[in-house]
Nanobody, 130 residues
Framework: QMQFVASGGGLVQPGESLRVSCDAS????????IGWFRQAPGKEREGVSC????????YYADSVKGRFIISRDNAKNTAYLQMNSLKPEDTAVYYC???????????????????????WGQGTLVTVSS
């Protein structure tokens, strides 16, 4: 069974950093783009970041650009989202995902469209509060 297990969420103060991880099982990540989405209470799930299969192409939503860094380690079958200078509005459940498309580093690699996602992680809660 293809699945992601997300981890690393927690409670931090504004301005602090946190790294969330996403481990894949049941399949290998190295052919697929990986996206991070988030969903805040009462809001729709939104795309935050994306990385192509090789890592050469990345995407960031305007709200996180310059603060978040996406990366991947294909040898470990894991993706990461380093979140710096966190703000209260970053509070959300964070999900990793893939559409299982073979996009390489083409312009189709990122961002992932929510409606095209085939595999979702279970989510990890990030709370930014003083």
């Amino acid at each position: 069974q293809m699945q992601f297990v997300a981890s690393g969420g927690g409670l931090v103060q504004p301005g602090e950093s946190l790294r969330v991880s996403c481990d894949a099982s049941g399949f290998t990540l190295d052919r697929y783009s990986i996206g991070w989405f988030r969903q805040a209470p009462g809001k729709e799930r939104e795309g935050v970041s994306c990385i192509s299969s090789s890592g050469l192409s990345t995407y960031y939503a305007d709200s996180v650009k310059g603060r978040f860094i996406i990366s991947r380690d294909n040898a470990k079958n894991t993706a990461y989202l380093q979140m710096n200078s966190l703000k209260p509005e970053d509070t959300a459940v964070y999900y990793c995902a893939t559409d299982l498309g073979i996009h390489g580093d083409s312009r189709w690699a990122c961002p992932l469209r929510r409606e095209s996602v085939e595999v979702w992680g279970q989510g990890t809660l990030v709370t930014v509060s003083s």
